[in-house]
């Protein structure tokens, strides 16, 4: 079965970020020139992939804000002649097909993605997690679905972590198939470096089969006292098959304050405008400084 659906959750309330999220969605926080989550966005397009949910919550207004039609903003650029602005306004309104359902409570990521349920049916789906952006020269969301096509079961974006983070990911314990390719056994939610099955970590991008919603709806607490997706996928292990892919790429966490600089200046010096410039303004201050 093809998979034609994709889940954002974007309900989070930005802790890590404060105070800069104390107002503003932390996916509404700028990477160079465009909103966190307009590169995920943008992912699932390049994919083939419109049919968009995103789950968001109470003070995420602006998320829908950004994707909507903005009909002053864009007559203003037009009376003046501004039409490469005007084009980039408009490109973002209709970018895809986008769907919105909130998050009442904020009881974990498990139950962020159990609300789309009704959105997904029985299908398989994409979830993109809406604090990580993936910079790769193949969609990194392509990259599970390829697998996905070959196996026709769960695929989770999987890269090795350092000791010390294991404790901040949900981490594989899992069986190698082939180069970059792992069938998974179980999964803990943020281990110890001590018990840790592994340093193979999920990262923010996920092919799950519908079978997950019954299994979200009966799961416990976990983690943090909320409903742990990685708790979830490791139940659906036990009864069919879920993989793990080693995708090619650079991950950045947006949602911490470290990872976005990263995502800053990386993004930054990929643009097609400012690209130069930077690096050489970037030069110029390294020289100064040592």
């Given at each position: 079965m093809r998979v034609t659906k994709a889940v954002i959750p974007a309900a989070g309330l930005g802790v890590r970020f404060l105070p800069a999220t104390k107002a503003q969605p932390k996916e509404m926080i700028p990477v160079v020139d465009k909103r966190a989550i307009q590169y995920i966005v943008e992912e699932a397009v390049r994919t083939g992939i419109e049919n968009i949910l995103i789950i968001t919550g109470r003070g995420k207004r602006?998320?829908?804000?950004?994707?909507?039609?903005?009909?002053?903003?864009?007559?203003?650029?037009?009376?003046?002649?501004?039409?490469?602005?005007?084009?980039?306004?408009?490109?973002?309104?209709?970018?895809?097909?986008?769907?919105?359902?909130?998050?009442?409570?904020?009881?974990?990521?498990?139950?962020?993605?159990?609300?789309?349920?009704?959105?997904?049916?029985?299908?398989?789906?994409?979830?993109?997690?809406?604090?990580?952006?993936?910079?790769?020269?193949?969609p990194c969301l392509r990259q599970l679905l390829d697998l996905y096509e070959e196996v026709q079961g769960t695929v989770l974006a999987v890269q090795e972590v350092p000791p010390k983070d294991v404790s901040k990911y949900g981490i594989l314990d899992a069986e190698p198939l082939r180069e970059g390719v792992y069938q998974v056994r179980e999964l803990v939610e943020k281990p110890s470096p001590e018990t840790a099955p592994s340093r193979l970590a999920i990262m923010g991008r996920y092919i799950i089969s519908p079978r997950i919603f019954p299994i979200l709806e009966k799961i416990l607490p976990g983690a943090g006292g909320e409903i742990q997706l990685t708790d979830a996928l490791s139940v659906l292990c036990r009864e069919?098959?879920?993989?793990?892919?080693?995708?090619?790429?650079?991950?950045?966490?947006?949602?911490?304050?470290?990872?976005?600089?990263?995502?800053?200046?990386?993004?930054?010096?990929?643009?097609?405008?400012?690209?130069?410039?930077?690096?050489?303004?970037?030069?110029?201050?390294?020289?100064?400084?040592?």
């Open positions: 602006a998320i829908e804000d950004h994707f909507d039609k903005s009909f002053i903003l864009e007559e203003h650029l037009r009376t003046r002649g501004k039409m490469e602005l005007l084009n980039l306004v408009e490109q973002t309104g209709r970018i895809a097909d986008l769907l919105y359902v909130r998050q009442k409570e904020q009881l974990g990521l498990g139950h962020a993605v159990y609300c789309a349920r009704r959105f997904v049916g029985n299908e398989p789906f994409a979830v993109l997690l809406g604090d990580d952006l993936v910079r790769s020269k193949r069919e098959p879920v993989y793990g892919l080693a995708f090619r790429g650079r991950r950045y966490d947006v949602g911490d304050k470290l990872g976005y600089l990263m995502a800053t200046v990386e993004f930054a010096l990929d643009h097609p405008f400012l690209g130069k410039d930077f690096e050489s303004y970037l030069k110029q201050l390294l020289d100064t400084l040592y």
